[in-house]
């Protein structure tokens, strides 16, 4: 397998990847500064998508457990430089003869190690630039990457090989280390042109001030998530367990400083006028209406009239609850990404504030 198909394949797995990350990356952003920047976002998910594709080009290809018949004293190299000499040995390099100049790149002596010091360029770039790392934590950290992929070709892809299958080699941290040292002062010539990292935070901080519809969503995501687990835990004793831990869940949960496990994790609360248990528990009957009640009535409605339409009045029942969830469906997409309250928020007079900290 080429470098070209180990990248491919690791485009291939990317969505998988960053469909496990998305959940705890949302988290972290709205935790530290309230809102979701594209430009951050798309530089997070980039360097994701960089890590992986390195990790792929380490261990692919993947051989046959049953072929790798070495020792640890075959595949291991701790003599420091030996890149070099090998060069000087075996490249048909020739300073006065122009024509070996192609022939020496395609020889692995040369492409091996300039490929070594290309694959973490990148990394020493995105430390700098993303992280604000110093030229010694650059250095370490390129050093510490570059270590762990040689121990993970050392241990055999951590032991499910009998032995290495590829060559734990110190030149190769020495190669990836120079890739970061050249990759953290390549990134320093484009400052100028890059977006400033701090002001980054900074908008993303300001946006944070208010409370998104996104992260009031999210937030009720993640409340529903324990409600669920706390319903489905009581459902064997208790009938509409469900909405009954809905309605004590928002009721109860907010009572004393307006947040709920939701808001607590993304930082924010919500305040609403002569907030006590019985306006409070009006909203919760809202949410329960407005989130649960109104779709399944219209799910029912289709479900029971589907197979069964059989006259024009049936027909345009069902069509009518059909059009009826789709218009629903859109005004809360509308709703949310506009960051209007839903009715029973508009009702209860609720306002949301965000407790991010600068």
């Known amino acids: 397998m080429t470098y070209i198909s180990s990248i491919k394949t690791g485009i291939l797995i990317f969505p998988m990847l960053a469909l496990f990350i998305t959940i705890p990356y949302m988290i972290w952003m709205y935790r530290r500064y309230g809102s979701i920047n594209i430009i951050k976002t798309l530089i997070v998910y980039s360097f994701v998508l960089y890590l992986e594709s390195c990790y792929l080009l380490v261990i692919l290809p993947l051989p046959k457990v049953a072929d790798v018949h070495t020792s640890y004293s075959q595949m291991i190299n701790l003599i420091p430089f030996a890149f070099i000499g090998d060069f000087i040995r075996e490249s048909p390099f020739n300073l006065f003869r122009l024509s070996t100049y192609i022939q020496t790149i395609k020889d692995p002596t040369f492409y091996v190690p300039m490929f070594n010091i290309l694959m973490l360029i990148p990394f020493g770039m995105y430390l700098r630039y993303y992280f604000k790392f110093s030229l010694k934590k650059v250095i370490i950290f390129t050093a510490l990457l570059s270590l762990f992929f040689e121990l993970t070709q050392l241990s055999g892809l951590y032991f499910i090989y009998d032995s290495p299958y590829r060559i734990c080699d110190i030149d190769d941290i020495i190669q990836n280390t120079t890739g970061g040292l050249l990759g953290y002062y390549i990134v320093g010539l484009f400052n100028s042109i890059l977006p400033d990292r701090d002001n980054l935070d900074e908008v993303s901080l300001k946006k944070g001030e208010s409370v998104s519809g996104l992260r009031r969503i999210f937030a009720f995501s993640i409340d529903v998530f324990v409600i669920g687990f706390i319903s489905s835990t009581i459902a064997i004793f208790i009938p509409f367990s469900f909405i009954i831990v809905t309605l004590l869940y928002f009721t109860f949960m907010p009572i004393k400083n307006g947040r709920t496990i939701g808001s607590r994790i993304l930082n924010f609360h919500f305040e609403m ?19 649960y009640a109104l779709p399944r009535f219209l799910n029912f409605i289709m479900d029971l009239i589907n197979g069964r339409a059989d006259n024009m009045l049936l027909v345009s029942i069902f069509f009518s609850a059909f059009m009826l969830f789709i218009i629903y469906l859109l005004l809360n997409i509308i709703l949310i990404l506009s960051n209007r309250k839903f009715p029973f928020d508009k009702i209860g007079r609720v306002s949301y504030y965000s407790d991010i900290k600068k």
Do not use: D
């Open 273 to 291: 006028e002569n907030k006590n248990k019985r306006n409070l528990f009006l909203r919760s009957l809202g949410i329960v209406v407005y989130f």
